[in-house]
C-alpha cells in the first residue's frame, strides 16, 4: 500500500480548540477535545485514503478549520469503488464509536483525577464519532453523504447527478440551518448556513455542467493545456486548446478553454478575437473571464455592453481601471452626468492620474458639459 501524506494546517487546531472550549470551558477539557477531534478526523479520512489506495489510486490527507480532505488521485474509479472510497469515512467513523463503546467507564472508577480524565475522553470518543458521523451522512455537499447521494444518481441520470444532487444539498442544508438555529445550536447552524450558500453557488457554477465535463480525455487535454500555460508556451496550449473547442460544443470545460484562449489572444493584442471568444460564452464566465470581457468590449467599441455590465464588473473588482473604463464608455454615449460619476469612483478606488485621464480624447465629446467641467474645476 502507498504512503498516504498528512498535511495539518494550523487553523485546525484553532478550531478544535474552539470546539473544546466551547463544550468544556476547561483547560484539561479543551486539550481532551483536540486530541479526540484530530484522532477522530484523522481516522475518518485515513477511511477515504486506504480505500483509494486499495483501489490503485495515491491519496493525501489534508486537515483544516473545519475538518479534512482526501484528495485522490489517479486512474478513475468504477462507480461501486467510489462509493466504497466515499463511505469509508464514515465507516472508520463508526468503528471508533464501537471500539470506544466497547471500553466500560467502570475501568476507570477509584483512579481519582486521572480515572475521570480517562472517562470523559472516551466519552467524547462516543458523541463525536456518533454524532458527526451520523451528521456527515446527511445527503448536503460537500458532507460524504452528499457525495453518496451523487455516485447513486450518477448510476441512474449519468452528469446531471451533479445539479440534482446540488439543489437537494441546498434545500437539506437550508432546513438544518433553520433547525439547528430553532433549537438554539448556532454553531452547527452556522455550519450548515455555509453549506447553503456554497451549495447555492456551486449550484449556479455547475449549471454549465454536461457529459463532456465528465469525460476523461477531455478533461486531461485541458489539464495539458493548463500545464503548458504554466510553463509559458503559449502556443502548445493554444493548440491543446483549440483541440479542446473542435471536440466540444459547450460545458465547464469548453468555458474554460474559451477563457485561456481569449486570455493568450489579448496578450498578443488580438483584442477582437478574444472578443469574438467571448461573447458566445458570456452567460457562463468566470469572475476572471467576465473583467477580461468587460476590457475587450470597450476596446471593440461596443459600449452599450460595457455600460450594461459596469456595475457587476464593479462589484467583481473595485479598482480605478474598471471605473474608468465605465467612464469613457458613458462619454462616448454622451452620458456625462454618470461618466463623472465612474470618475469619482476612480478617485475614491485608486490612484488614478487624473489629470493625464481627463485629458484623454475618449472625454471629448462631454468635454463641454456642465458636469465634467465642474469635475475638472475640483481636481484638474
Request: aromatic fraction near 14%.
Amino acid at each position: 500500500m502507498r504512503k498516504i501524506p498528512v498535511k495539518i494546517a494550523p487553523s485546525f487546531f484553532v478550531m478544535a480548540a474552539l470546539l473544546g472550549f466551547l463544550n468544556s470551558y476547561s483547560l484539561i477539557g479543551t486539550i481532551i477535545w483536540m486530541f479526540v477531534i484530530f484522532i477522530s478526523v484523522l481516522f475518518h479520512e485515513y477511511g477515504h485514503a486506504t480505500f483509494a489506495t486499495l483501489f490503485g489510486q495515491r491519496a493525501q490527507i489534508q486537515l483544516f478549520a473545519f475538518g479534512g480532505l482526501t484528495l485522490p488521485q489517479g486512474k478513475k474509479l468504477k462507480g461501486w469503488q467510489e462509493f466504497l472510497v466515499i463511505a469509508m469515512g464514515p465507516g472508520f467513523g463508526f468503528l471508533l464509536y464501537f471500539a470506544a463503546s466497547l471500553i466500560p467507564l467502570s475501568w476507570f472508577a477509584g483512579m481519582g483525577a486521572v480515572g475521570g480524565y480517562l472517562s470523559y475522553t472516551v466519552v467524547v470518543t462516543r458523541f463525536i464519532n456518533l454524532f458527526w458521523t451520523v451528521i456527515n451522512l446527511i445527503p448536503i455537499l460537500p458532507l460524504d453523504g452528499g457525495h453518496l447521494l451523487r455516485v447513486v444518481l450518477s448510476g441512474f441520470i449519468g452528469h446531471k447527478a451533479w445539479k440534482v444532487s446540488f439543489v437537494i444539498s441546498f434545500v437539506l442544508a437550508l432546513a438544518g440551518c433553520l433547525f439547528f438555529f430553532a433549537i438554539k445550536q448556532y454553531f452547527i447552524g452556522i455550519v450548515f448556513l455555509l453549506f447553503t450558500f456554497q451549495s447555492a453557488e456551486t449550484l449556479r457554477q455547475f449549471r454549465n455542467f454536461t457529459k463532456d465535463d465528465e469525460n476523461g480525455n477531455i478533461k486531461g487535454q485541458m489539464e495539458e493545456a493548463q500545464k503548458q500555460l504554466q510553463h509559458g508556451d503559449l502556443e502548445g496550449a493554444k493548440k491543446c486548446l483549440e483541440n479542446l473547442l473542435s471536440s466540444t460544443s459547450h460545458g465547464m470545460i469548453h468555458t474554460l478553454a474559451v477563457e485561456n484562449l481569449a486570455k493568450i489572444a489579448f496578450h498578443e493584442d488580438n483584442k477582437e478575437k478574444a472578443y469574438e471568444l467571448l461573447k458566445g460564452e458570456e452567460k457562463y464566465l468566470s469572475a476572471e473571464g467576465k473583467i477580461l470581457f468587460y476590457q475587450v468590449c470597450f476596446y471593440q467599441k461596443d459600449y452599450d455592453r460595457v455600460i450594461k455590465l459596469s456595475g457587476k464588473i464593479f462589484e467583481l473588482e473595485r479598482t480605478s481601471e474598471i471605473a474608468i473604463i465605465a467612464a469613457k464608455a458613458m462619454s462616448q454615449e454622451e452620458k456625462a452626468k454618470e461618466s463623472v460619476a465612474w470618475l469619482t469612483a476612480a478617485k475614491v478606488f485608486g490612484e488614478a492620474d487624473l489629470k493625464e485621464i481627463l485629458g484623454n480624447a475618449a472625454f471629448d465629446k462631454i468635454r463641454e458639459s456642465k458636469e465634467f467641467q465642474k469635475f475638472i474645476t475640483k481636481n484638474g
